[in-house]
C-alpha cells in the first residue's frame, strides 16, 4: 500500500460517501468506480466526459465551484486558441455545437514578427486546405458546457470537493476527502492544476524553469480590424499577441519581465492603451479601450512521470508551457484522447485497464509529446530573447527562410492544428 496526504486542507463535499477503515484488501465492487477525476479545468472535465462516455464509471472532484459564463456578460479574460484536434475532441462529446454557437471566433490567418530584425512569419488556413487555423475561446465557456455534459454522460460530480490523502490497495486507490468522506476508484486521474497537490502527493518531481514573466491579459478595442487574425509581435523581453475576438476586440497576452508586467498592470488606462500600441507596432492602429488586466506568471514545468500505481497525471498537471504558441490546453485535450484510447483498448481486450504497462504506455507517449513540444517552445522563447546584432541576423534569417520553405510550414502548421495527435 502506497500513498500520500495533505496536512489540514478543507472543504465540503454534496455526494460523497462515508470514508472506510483502510486495509489491504479487496473493495466490494458496487461502490467502486473506475476512474475518480481529480480537478474539474477544461481538461479535468473533459478527461471525466470523455471516460464515461467511453463506458467507465467516473467521478469529477473540484475543489471550487467554477465561474458561471453568461452571454451577457464582458468576455472572461482568460481565453485560449483552441485547435483543430481539440475541436473535434470536444465534438465527439458533442460539446463543440454548443461552445462554437454561444461565443467563439475562427482565425484563419496568423501573422507572426520580430521586432528587432524585422523578419515576419505568416500562415494561412487555405495554405492547409482548411477553413480555420484555430478558434479563441472563452476557458469560462468551455468549462461550462462541459460541466453541463457531466451528469447526462452519468458522471459523478463532487464539487467542492477536495482530496485530503489517497492510498494505494491492491485493486484500487481509496480517497480521503478534506471534509472526512471517501472515494473509492480503481484508477486515479490527476487534472489537478499546475500546482497539482495529487502530483506531490504522489511524490512526482518536475523539472523546468521560472521564465521570471508574467502574462499580462486584457480585451482591447482597435482602429483597425483584427482581419480574423492572431497577431504576435516578439520583443526582447518576451512576446504581444492580439487574439481576434468574435465582437471585433482583441484579446491581448502580453508576456513581459516581472517588474516590467507590474508597471505595466499599474498603469491607468490610458497609458496602457498607448503602451499596448507601440507594444504591437500599431498593427491595428491605435488602441481605443481596454477592459481591467490580469496576470499569470509564466514556467515550464514537467513532471518526472505521468503515472503511478493506479494513478496518472494530465493536462497542466504534467505539463506547463510558455503560452507563446498558445498550445498549453491543446496539449492537455490530446492527453485525455491518448488516456481514453488506451484505456479503452486494455479493457477491450480483456485485460487490466489499471495495469503498469497499460499506464506506463500512455505515460512514454504523452510524456514524450509534450516534452518535446514544450522545449521547442522553450527554445523559441530562448531565441527571441537574443538581442546581439548577430544572433538576432541569424535569427532574422532562419524565420525569413521558414517563411520560404513551403513544406515545412505546412508541417508545422498541422502539428500545432495536432494532425500527428491521437484520434479525436
Ligand atoms: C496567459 C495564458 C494564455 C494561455 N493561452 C493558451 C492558448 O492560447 N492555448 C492553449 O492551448 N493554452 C493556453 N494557455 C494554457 C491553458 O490555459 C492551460 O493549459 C489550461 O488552462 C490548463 O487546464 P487544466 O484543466 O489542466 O488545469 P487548470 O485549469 O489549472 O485546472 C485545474 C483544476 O483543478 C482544481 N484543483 C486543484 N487542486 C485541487 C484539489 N486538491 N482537489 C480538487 N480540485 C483541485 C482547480 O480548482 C482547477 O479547477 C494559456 C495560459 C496562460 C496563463
Redo the contacts with the bound molecule.
Sequence with gaps: MSGGR?PG?A?GDAEAVPARAKSGSRRHRADLLDVAV????????AAALALARAGFATAL????E?APWRADAEPDL??????PS?AALLDGFGTWDTIRSARVSAYRHMHVWDAESGAALDFDAADSGRDTLGW?VE?RLVQQVLWQALEPAGVRRLCP???ASFDVHEDHVQLQLADGTGLAARLLVA????????RSLAGIGTRGRDYAQR?V?AHVATEREHASTAWQRFLPGGPIAL?PLGDGRSSI?WSLPEADAQRVLALDDEAFRDAVGVASDFRLGRITATTLRAA?P?KLQLAASYQAERFVL????AH??H?LA???????LRDVAELRDTLVAARDDGRDFCAPHVLRRYARRRRSANALDALSFDAMARAFAWQAPPLVALRGFGVRALDRIGPLKRALSGHAAGQSAPNP
Excluded: H, Y
Excluded at 38 to 45: D, S, Y
Excluded at 78 to 83: E, K
Excluded at 314 to 317: F, I
Design positions: 495533505i486542507s472543504s481529480v480537478g474539474g479545468g477544461m481538461v479535468g472535465a472532484l473540484e475543489a471550487r467554477p482568460r481565453v485560449v486558441a483552441l485547435a481539440s479563441i476557458n470537493a477536495t482530496v487534472a489537478d492544476g499546475a500546482g497539482s497537490p495529487l502574462a491579459v487574439l497576452v499569470f509564466l494530465l493536462g497542466d498537471a506547463s508551457v503560452p498558445g498550445q498549453g490546453v491543446n496539449l492537455g
